[in-house]
């Protein structure tokens, strides 16, 4: 068997050379047949080494892409090694069926690093690590197809956090498997790092961000209460900016959808009495729309933003400066205990964030007598502890009435 790279050359309409992301070509020969297969991969003319069959030391992405190359190179020597140890010689059509199931599946930088991650451990790892890491590599395959939640380094950041552990309590995952999950998401990047292939530092705060596991399911959940989400419902700002972050607050108020679903929203999923949220165009839940969230959409509906988005984009960044502007200048000092320190008291406007939403949506629900199972059905979270922690603080305020009662002896 006889293994070689070329990259394409051919003439465009014009007679001349195409020399702009020529896709690149593995070939395999082997008894008289020959195969030819995409590597998927594509390079300008001039950094390709013709006589090396590979990409020049120079290219920016020089060991990434050569790296690929050597893996289907050993791929395809691992399914000759197989094929020709039967009796009957293999013709092309075998081999590429073979090739095909074997070949590892990636999207893009991120998933093609990770195989090669788990290539070099394998050979230094136990069994039982091996497999965790190929378990969480299906998984973060799975959360990027059904969240649409693009995985790229350049991705992984608070807005990644939030999504994957909003989605992983979706699955019914306790804190604790996610903060593991997150573990071994941390010791990949940091080979990654260590490998010059990734160059972004933000998931260095994944652990801050998270809590450790003692108190992950001990934060307190900051609300807001109904006067005061009516005072900013009612109130009009002069800045656009502050319009629509107060716009797109409230509508998560009333409608238990996190910022990451409403930033997706299309014009599509906004119909006259519900919402449809959904993920990789499959419809995941369907939310009631209320009057006040109607009046909210009914405000951007002559509007026209990219990708036929519903409302305007806002980041997350922006969204949580605004928001404490926002409740500032409306004068919310009621004192509320730090989210990550129960024993800290702080004024509502120093703790609130696009998060407070969803959490003023349960408590609202929860003092409408809507029962548990319907508001995790509205906020699409299975075991909401959010749902526990506002219950019990119910309950705590309602057997505080007793001490208001006058015993007489």
Not at 160 to 182: D, Q
């Amino acid at each position: 068997m006889r293994v070689r790279f070329y990259i394409e050359k051919r003439r465009g309409e014009d007679g001349k050379l195409m020399t702009s992301k020529r896709p690149i070509y593995m070939t395999v020969a082997f008894h008289g047949s020959r195969v030819l297969i995409s590597t998927g991969k594509k390079v300008d003319l001039k950094w390709w080494d013709q006589s090396g069959q590979k990409v020049q030391e120079t290219h920016p992405d020089a060991v990434v892409i050569n790296g690929w190359l050597n893996h289907l190179k050993h791929t395809a020597g691992a399914v000759w090694k197989a094929l020709d140890s039967l009796s009957e010689k293999p013709g092309a059509a075998t081999f590429r069926r073979e090739f095909d199931r074997l070949r590892p599946r990636f999207s893009g930088r991120f998933f093609e690093i990770m195989f090669q991650f788990m290539e070099e451990g394998s050979n230094r790892w136990s069994t039982n690590s091996y497999q965790k890491v190929r378990s969480f590599y299906n998984q973060l395959r799975e959360f990027e197809e059904k969240s649409g939640y693009p995985l790229r380094f350049d991705t992984l950041d608070k807005v990644f956090l939030e999504e994957f552990r909003a989605y992983n309590e979706t699955k019914g995952r306790s804190p604790v498997t996610i903060h593991k999950m997150i573990n071994t998401l941390v010791w990949f990047l940091n080979w990654a790092t260590s490998k010059g292939f990734n160059v972004y530092s933000d998931y260095r705060r994944f652990y801050k961000l998270l809590g450790n596991t003692e108190t992950l399911s001990s934060r307190v959940p900051v609300y807001l209460e109904w006067d005061e989400l009516m005072q900013l419902y009612n109130y009009s700002f002069k800045k656009p900016v502050e319009q629509r972050v107060k716009d797109i607050f409230c509508l998560m108020c009333f409608s238990g959808l996190r910022m990451s679903e409403v930033a997706r929203l299309t014009r599509k999923d906004v119909g006259s009495d519900e919402l449809v949220v959904r993920r990789r165009n499959a419809i995941v839940r369907k939310v009631p729309l209320n009057d006040m969230a109607k009046n909210i959409l009914a405000g951007y509906r002559d509007r026209y933003y990219r990708d036929q988005l519903a409302l305007p984009p806002v980041s997350m960044v922006t969204m949580n400066k605004y928001l404490r502007i926002i409740a500032r200048e409306l004068g919310f000092k009621r004192k509320v205990s730090d989210p990550k320190n129960r024993e800290l008291v702080r004024e509502l406007h120093e703790v609130v964030t696009a998060g407070t939403a969803v959490q003023t949506f349960i408590m609202n629900a929860l003092r409408l007598d809507i029962p548990a199972e319907l508001i995790t059905a509205y906020t699409g979270v299975k075991n909401d502890r959010r749902i526990g922690q506002l219950q019990q603080e119910m309950a705590e305020k309602h057997i505080k009435k007793f001490n208001e009662l006058n015993i007489s002896q």
